[in-house]
């Protein structure tokens, strides 16, 4: 059964803790990304990576760190540095076939920190 | 002025009501458009692609004006079940070449009794 799998669901950190999402997929797709949805609001690129071995800051990059070392995963690191990460992380993966790029999404992990 | 706009709404529409809602977008480079919906605390689910000819899935309608620039969404015969945010997603390429989705905000529907 094909998909995108995020761990864990719910997530808590501590101050100063460097905490790190899973995201995988076994769709086959070549980009993935991370997105960060706050209540009521859109969803916010964090960062995306569109081939193995590289990636690129999204819209809200800073206090976040990836990294994209097998197609199938990209995990994201919420750091110390990132003073307001409560929210529901999304992560998603799309296939790029002739121009038309529809991402699906995994079910999230919602941070909270304690 | 923001990339995607949708107005959030809510919708409030009483079952069997027709509703429609907009999304205007700033790039008219823009590629590829999508209306994904969101229920509460879920992750958004592709609801339809949009082309420029229109494009019809049951009882959902979606329109692209590219001149204007925006899309539409047209729902008929509401259910209770349509109650959910409609996010209105389009794709621009981005500098370094690569091709970007951006989300709306969302439009918030409540389909009552």
């Known amino acids: 059964d094909g998909g995108i799998t995020q761990s864990p669901k719910y997530l808590f950190r501590k101050e100063g803790q460097n905490v790190t999402l899973s995201c995988e997929q076994n769709?086959?797709?070549?980009?993935m990304y991370w997105y960060r949805q706050d209540p009521g609001q859109g969803l916010r690129l964090i960062y995306y990576?569109?081939?193995?071995?590289?990636?690129q800051k999204g819209d809200i990059a800073e206090g976040y760190s990836v990294s994209r070392e097998k197609k199938e995963s990209f995990p994201l690191t919420v750091t110390s540095a990132q003073k307001n990460p409560t929210a529901f992380y999304l992560c998603?993966?799309?296939?790029?076939?002739?121009?038309?790029?529809?991402?699906?999404f995994g079910a999230g992990t919602r941070l909270s920190v304690l | 002025r923001k990339e995607v706009e949708q107005d959030p709404g809510p919708f409030n529409v009483p079952e069997g009501a027709t509703v429609a809602f907009n999304c205007t977008y700033s790039n008219s480079a823009s590629q590829s458009f999508f209306w994904y919906r969101q229920d509460c605390r879920k992750e958004p689910k592709l609801l339809m692609s949009v082309y420029s000819s229109g494009n019809e899935d049951g009882r959902f309608t979606a329109q692209l004006n590219r001149a204007s620039q925006y899309i539409s969404l047209l729902i008929r015969d509401s259910k209770l079940s349509d109650s959910a945010t409609y996010l209105c997603v389009v794709t621009a390429q981005r500098s370094g070449g690569s091709y970007i989705p951006t989300f709306g905000r969302g439009t918030s529907l409540i389909v009552h009794p």
């Open positions: 769709l086959n797709h070549d980009a």
């Open positions: 998603a993966s799309s296939t790029g076939l002739a121009g038309v790029y529809i991402q699906y």
């Open positions: 990576s569109q081939i193995v071995n590289d990636f």
